[in-house]
């Protein structure tokens, strides 16, 4: 790739604590005979054992839900090489693998009891030209700057410390998805390491099968097909750009009508694709909440006063507060994840469920969310926080097909996401009462919205998992995986599986 400089910057990372208290999940005993010293010798990088104090903290996802996990090994590779060398060792060794970029599975997909392959080290940048290329190990925040530093830009998560291979290969919900489309819409070519040891470049235009590989990596999500260790992009230039980031505010007992008017605005297409923004109600210790859309606009703050005006008017009731900030892109994109209630604060336990909207919501749909967030004020009452998180789809995403790419979900109005959070040393009982909200709130919503998932939001439970990520395109992905993965090296409890196409 020509005209790339290359850009160093601060990789963004996670808190993680190590945590004494143990939960469901340890390390079995396949593999315990695998030659370890082996393998370390043949890496350019680090691996972790449990022996070594580095290990505790290694370990740990940004969910400590999954604290209780104990691999066998952790290896930082510093190189593809590394990569190859793990994925070598995992078929040979038959060792259980788990691929982690940044750690924010929701199901903990991420850890594993044989080796976990962390490709955090695989963070180099280079911006340039119109494209940029990123080591699999890049975070959101260290993403943005190397761009902005280049005048560029692109549609990459809304949380500044996810892994840059995890969001986009899932899709790639952003501060810009109704302008720019999808973090997956913008790949040009991905390295990868597929179970039998290749490193393979994959295009579009590739041959079979590296160009359906390609396919398939554009928002089918990750640790299906193999390891995959750097990703090009085309960029958006943002030399001229000017943004504006937004806080749309009302009463506590306005949540049904802000849900209704939000989504009948937002799908309308009189609102301009440069507005991307996402309704959030987020419940914390039981305090009253209140229901907000917060975004980011492309323009000026009086560009975007109009069409605040038009939202106020699909709900029905004036805000009680508009906030409007203008900003430059880096702010826009960084900061996107703070502005409904999320932080960069400590470690917490959390589980979530999903489901796609794929029309607006309808009156009894609105009712019955609302009333799901009233149910969910007893338990954030004693400690925690939780509530509906839905981000607007539509614009630019839908300038595609559903088969276009792996993603699906081209013609929805947004995804929404129930979110329950609490502290580690929250009674279980609290536990399973704050679970069984999540279940009960996705089981009344799935009779307005029908079966539908965002596949960088798994939920564990959910057993259509293949029809509500993938929809009609699983098929082709199961033709992928046998012709790229046969034996399932690369697998977990939700992972593309052969099928019938299989060998």
């Not at 704050?434 to 539908?452: A, K």
Request: charged share 20%; hydrophobic share 40%; glycine share 12%.
């Amino acid at each position: 790739m020509s005209a790339l400089r290359s850009v160093r910057v601060p990789a963004a990372t996670a808190p993680r604590t190590p945590s004494p208290v143990p939960v469901k999940g340890s390390a079995g005993s396949a593999g315990s005979a695998a030659k370890w010293p082996a393998l370390e010798a043949g890496l350019r990088g680090v691996l972790l054992r449990p022996e070594q104090a580095a290990y505790e903290q290694a370990r740990l996802l940004v969910n400590q839900r999954f604290d209780g996990i104990r691999p066998q090994a952790i290896a930082y590779p510093a190189d593809v090489h590394d990569v190859v060398e793990c994925v070598d060792f995992a078929r040979t060794s038959r060792v259980p693998l788990a691929l982690r970029s940044g750690g924010h599975s929701y199901a903990g997909y991420s850890t594993g009891p044989g080796l976990v392959v962390d490709v955090s080290s695989l963070n180099s940048t280079a911006v340039g030209g119109g494209y940029a290329r990123f080591g699999a190990g890049v975070k959101g925040q260290q993403a943005h700057l190397a761009l902005a530093a280049a005048g560029a830009s692109l549609p990459l998560g809304r949380c500044p410390t996810i892994g840059l291979a995890g969001v986009t290969l899932g899709g790639g919900l952003s501060a810009f998805t109704r302008a720019w489309g999808l973090a997956c819409d913008h790949l040009r070519e991905v390295e990868i390491v597929t179970a039998d040891g290749r490193v393979r470049r994959v295009r579009a235009d590739s041959p079979y099968p590296d160009g359906d590989l390609f396919w398939a990596l554009c928002g089918g999500g990750g640790g299906n097909f193999g390891a995959v260790t750097a990703l090009e992009f085309a960029t958006e230039d943002i030399r001229d750009l000017s943004c504006t980031r937004f806080l749309a505010g009302w009463p506590s007992a306005a949540t049904a009508a802000v849900l209704r008017g939000w989504s009948v605005w937002n799908a309308d297409p009189s609102t301009p694709r440069t507005v991307t923004c996402a309704f959030e109600q987020l419940s914390d210790s039981g305090l009253p909440s209140r229901p907000t859309v917060t975004g980011t606009f492309i323009g000026p703050p009086g560009a975007l006063e109009p069409v605040l005006d038009r939202l106020a008017a699909a709900v029905g009731l004036p805000e009680a507060e508009r906030v409007l900030v203008p900003c430059d892109y880096t702010r826009a994109a960084s900061e996107a994840d703070r502005w409904g209630g999320g932080t960069l604060g400590p470690r917490v336990a959390f589980a979530a469920k999903s489901h796609i909207v794929r029309e607006p919501l309808s009156p009894a749909a609105a009712s019955d969310m609302a009333a799901a967030l009233e149910r969910l004020h007893r338990f954030t009452a004693v400690g925690g926080a939780g509530g509906p998180l839905i981000d607007a789809l539509g614009g630019a995403v839908g300038d595609r097909p559903p088969g276009a790419t792996a993603f699906p979900h081209r013609a929805a109005v947004g995804v929404v996401q129930y979110h329950s959070y609490w502290h580690q040393f929250t009674d279980p009982a609290h536990v399973d009462a704050r679970i069984e909200w999540l279940r009960d709130t996705h089981t009344t919503l799935q009779t307005h919205l029908g079966t539908g998932g965002y596949t960088n939001g798994m939920d564990p439970e959910l057993t259509d998992w293949q029809t509500a990520y993938h929809g009609e395109n699983y098929p082709r992905m199961q033709r992928v995986k046998a012709a790229c993965d046969p034996d399932h090296l690369f697998t977990f409890p939700q992972a593309v599986t052969c099928g019938t196409a299989g060998r």
